[in-house]
């Protein structure tokens, strides 16, 4: 099996920073595209950004200039530096990782618990 666990979620100040982090583990062969995820009370979750292997990156229009993510591939790990915070980026955030178990497996996507991000003045 395999499981994906979040950290660093909370609460802060309209322009105040967070550091999301993801780790995987268990039955893992390789690791394709990460990324992060967000859900807001009431909309659909939508993609914040992802990175392959190869470190190249991708963001939704809403958050690029202001987020950075970045990977770990010793560590199985992904992160989400988040800056310039915005009410609007409240929302539950999901870890993502498309991973193959096994040679005989075919890649298959693993998701995080979740973890709150509330910005409030």
């Known amino acids: 099996q395999v499981q994906l666990v979040e950290s660093g979620g909370g609460s802060v100040q309209p322009g105040g920073t967070l550091r999301l982090s993801c780790a995987a583990s268990?039955?893992?062969?390789?690791?394709?595209?990460m990324g992060w995820y967000r859900q807001a009370p009431g909309k659909q979750r939508e993609l914040v950004a992802t990175?392959?292997?190869?470190?190249?990156?991708n963001y939704a229009d809403s958050v690029k200039g202001r987020f950075i993510i970045s990977r770990d591939n010793a560590k199985n790990a992904v992160y989400l530096q988040m800056n310039s915070l915005k009410p609007e980026d409240t929302a539950v955030y999901y870890c993502?990782?498309?991973?193959?178990?096994?040679?005989?497996?075919?890649?298959?996507?693993?998701w995080g618990q979740g973890t709150q991000v509330t910005v409030s003045s």
């Open positions: 993502n990782a498309n991973i193959r178990m096994s040679p005989s497996t075919l890649v298959s996507a693993f």
């Open positions: 990175v392959t292997r190869d470190g190249n990156t």
């Open positions: 268990g039955s893992i062969l390789n690791i394709y595209t």
